[in-house]
Nanobody, 123 residues
Framework: QVQLAESGGGLVQAGGSLRLSCAASGRTFGSYTSGWFRQAPGKERQFVAAISRSGGSTYYADSVKGRFTISRDSAKNTMYLQMNNLKPEDTAVYYC????????????????WGQGTQVTVSS
């Protein structure tokens, strides 16, 4: 079974940057649809960004376009979410997800999920 583990979260001031990592055990993300989701207190989990199985296509929520970048390093079995110009509204627990199937990248039916990492953006 694939296990995912997020890291890189923390406290940052508005306007700052942070890079989240998601390490997978046993398999490479090169053959998986991969994505990032987040959940703020009292809110539903929402889509943030995703990358196709081949890595040829990326997708972003409107709220993060131009600020966040998703990438993947298959050799290291790791994917990343580079977050720039962070805003207080970005505060949430961030989860990485992956699936070997051709799942819709913007939806939440991925097979594998990490435990999440907290990102807090102060004003």
């Amino acid at each position: 079974q694939v296990q995912l583990a997020e890291s890189g979260g923390g406290l940052v001031q508005a306007g700052g940057s942070l890079r989240l990592s998601c390490a997978a055990s046993g398999r490479t993300f090169g053959s998986y649809t991969s994505g990032w989701f987040r959940q703020a207190p009292g809110k539903e989990r929402q889509f943030v960004a995703a990358i196709s199985r081949s890595g040829g296509s990326t997708y972003y929520a409107d709220s993060v376009k131009g600020r966040f970048t998703i990438s993947r390093d298959s050799a290291k079995n790791t994917m990343y979410l580079q977050m720039n110009n962070l805003k207080p509204e970005d505060t949430a627990v961030y989860y990485c997800a992956a699936d070997p199937r051709y799942v819709p990248p913007l939806k939440e039916d991925y097979n594998y999920w990490g435990q999440g990492t907290q990102v807090t953006v102060s004003s």
